[in-house]
């Protein structure tokens, strides 16, 4: 009997549910885990992580041709309908969803992790690894992080968002080559996609759309600004309002320069630390 993660990442939705889910292995230490990416790119780089198996696979439907009947399954992703996770469900003997959904509901053959929702069944916390908890000396004044994808080259399209703001931008993994080039000449300083943990933690300010940063940011005692991208979900805003991370949407330039202005004011939330809280939920539900 073996046991699966199955995360769904690519160069249109970027990698945030992919840095998680290595987060939550991590925070498993040693338990045997095998990592399917719905992205193949990634999947080979998935050591670099901390995982030690990963496997690509080109379609959430395709887990079935690698478990078998009676294998555990933690499930990370949107594109399921209720069908096919019903059908998992059955098939799988432990199965365990991540959710970002604050109307969600956990079905009765189910476990669930939510940063909304409680009750039997759920663990209700945030993953974001203990490396990341700790005051390090914020050398970088601003980053900004705009995501791992950008497949329609928006960051380009919108870079008077950020005129005159002066911020070191960080890289991210799905951009082409020439794109990259292009960024690198746009900005006095960047930073590459390897060195993304020392950016998160060494930023004073973080300005990205990527929600697994903004948590990152705020863990390590920086002060995260969340832009809401158009081809992005709004699951998290109501938890970065709950956290009292400023919120920026429809690249409102006049509401951003007021927040960066006032930001040393703005009372952020304490990131709660719950790696060990998670770890032992998963584990006691996979009777390990």
Request: net charge negative; charged share 30%; proline share 2%.
């Amino acid at each position: 009997m073996r046991i699966f993660y199955f995360v769904h990442t690519g160069h249109r939705i970027g990698l945030d549910r992919f840095r998680r889910a290595c987060t939550i292995i991590r925070m498993l230490k040693g338990v045997d885990i095998t990592l399917l990416c719905s992205d193949f790119r990634i999947a080979h780089q998935a050591r670099d992580f901390g995982v030690d198996k990963a496997v690509g696979i080109d379609d959430v439907r395709n887990i079935s041709k690698i478990a078998k009947f009676g294998d555990k399954l933690i499930f990370d992703s949107k594109e399921a309908n209720p069908i096919m996770l019903e059908d998992m469900r059955n098939f799988f003997s432990t199965f365990i969803r991540i959710s970002d959904d604050i109307n969600d509901k956990k079905a009765p053959n189910e476990y669930l992790i939510s940063p909304y929702l409680k009750g039997e069944g759920i663990c209700n916390a945030i993953a974001v690894d203990d490396g990341y908890f700790g005051q390090e000396e914020k050398s970088i004044e601003m980053a900004y992080f705009f995501g791992d994808d950008d497949y329609e080259k928006d960051l380009e399209k919108h870079f008077d968002f950020i005129d005159d703001l002066n911020p070191d931008l960080l890289l991210g993994f799905y951009y082409f080559l020439d794109y990259e080039d292009m960024l690198k000449k746009r900005f006095k300083r960047y930073y590459e996609f390897e060195e993304y943990d020392t950016v998160i933690k060494k930023s004073h300010i973080l300005l990205t759309a990527s929600p697994q940063a903004v948590l990152e940011s705020l863990a390590s005692g920086g002060k995260p600004i969340y832009f809401q991208r158009d081809d992005y979900n709004t699951d998290h805003n109501r938890l970065f309002e709950e956290l009292h991370i400023p919120i920026v949407k429809n690249y409102e330039k006049r509401l951003l320069i007021d927040i960066i202005s006032s930001i040393n004011n703005n009372n952020y939330s304490e990131m709660e630390q719950n790696s060990n809280k998670i770890a032992t939920f998963i584990k006691e539900n996979l009777y390990l």
